[in-house]
């Protein structure tokens, strides 16, 4: 199943090849889980079938659909961090081939977020003046990467988050585990992921006993609950937002916008909160939570890092939790 915004993308292709009125080069940005790789599977169907159609049936398809088409190139980083420069060099003498079984040669160039100003301006010339039966889709989590003479040269596509309902119709759960979808905020890949990842459960339940034995037991310490996140070091962002969702939720729970609560199986520990906390303690909670992801992205020391973020949540429960509660 495509979302909404993934049909529009592939009615565009399909309109613009049967117009013969493609561009010749497409970014497609979402954030990975987002179904690039999956829209292109789609996308890459309407270059190689005999009845335009994307049938998955003819020749041509089913060429596509095994990697065989010889028109149709992917390249990717692989298990690299960036491309290699080499790796584009090649990349560009196979784009001056001409077509063998199509009209249009495709190249389909994968995390394309991953390539460096070198290969990008090695890029620049074939893509600013390309063949004629050329045709780039570039993938990207985060147009940040891409230089602005790229930029300039493409169509940027954007996917969206999936609306709940469209996560709902793609992947069907059981309605004790609504809260992934909730979790995913629109993200179809994270969701297919940790609604199927029994370690993940495990660790949600974890990370919410964690921070309520914190919040409602000063003999639960820093240490503690320094010595439960670093533990879990290898899914820490997971742990934060975790963390930090269910205070959101408390808020809510608080502020009676009960209808928003994510965690919906998890009412009882958050009245729990709700009532040993002020509504500005929770506020504060949450804040100070949501500062330490961006202080792990500057590769600060993880443990003095978590253990600095309780420090301030014991103050901020001692000063502020249990007075004037809202």
Not at 305 to 318: G, S
């Given at each position: 199943m495509l979302s909404s915004q993934q049909q529009k993308i592939l009615v565009h292709f399909e309109n613009a090849i049967a117009a013969d009125s493609l561009r010749h080069a497409y970014i497609i940005e979402g954030e990975k889980g987002m179904g690039k790789k999956y829209l292109c599977d789609r996308i890459q169907l309407y270059f190689a079938c005999h009845t335009g159609r994307a049938c998955g049936e003819c020749s041509g398809c089913k060429s596509a659909q095994i990697g065989a088409n010889p028109d149709i190139i992917r390249v990717s980083n692989g298990d690299k961090k960036n491309y290699e420069i080499d790796s584009v060099r090649a990349l560009i003498k196979k784009v001056y081939e001409r077509p063998i079984v199509s009209s249009h040669k495709l190249i389909i160039i994968q995390n394309a977020h991953a390539l460096g100003k070198i290969c990008q301006n090695a890029l620049l010339k074939v893509i600013e003046e390309p063949p004629p039966y050329a045709v780039f889709i570039l993938l990207c989590d985060n147009l940040s990467t891409i230089l602005p003479t790229v930029l300039s040269r493409v169509m940027v596509m954007k996917l969206s988050m999936w609306s709940e309902d469209e996560l709902r119709a793609c992947h069907a759960l059981d309605r004790a585990d609504d809260f992934f979808y909730g979790y995913a905020m629109g993200n179809i890949g994270t969701l297919i992921s940790v609604s199927s990842d029994e370690g993940f459960r495990q660790l949600r339940k974890d990370a919410i006993g964690v921070l309520c034995a914190f919040a409602k037991n000063s003999e639960y310490g820093v240490y503690d609950a320094t010595e439960f996140w670093t533990k879990n070091k290898e899914n820490i962002h997971d742990v934060i937002n975790i963390t930090a969702l269910f205070l959101r939720d408390v808020i809510f729970f608080k502020t009676g916008q009960k209808e928003l609560i994510v965690n919906k199986d998890e009412l009882a520990r958050i009245k729990n909160l709700s009532d040993l906390l002020c509504l500005g303690a929770c506020l504060k909670m949450t804040e100070t939570v949501g500062n330490i992801a961006s202080g792990?992205?500057?590769?600060?020391?993880?443990?003095?890092?978590?253990?600095?973020?309780?420090?301030?949540?014991?103050?901020?429960?001692?000063?502020?939790?249990?007075?004037n509660k809202v």
């Open positions: 792990i992205s500057r590769n600060e020391n993880l443990s003095m890092a978590v253990q600095t973020m309780f420090m301030r949540l014991r103050e901020v429960i001692n000063d502020r939790g249990k007075r």
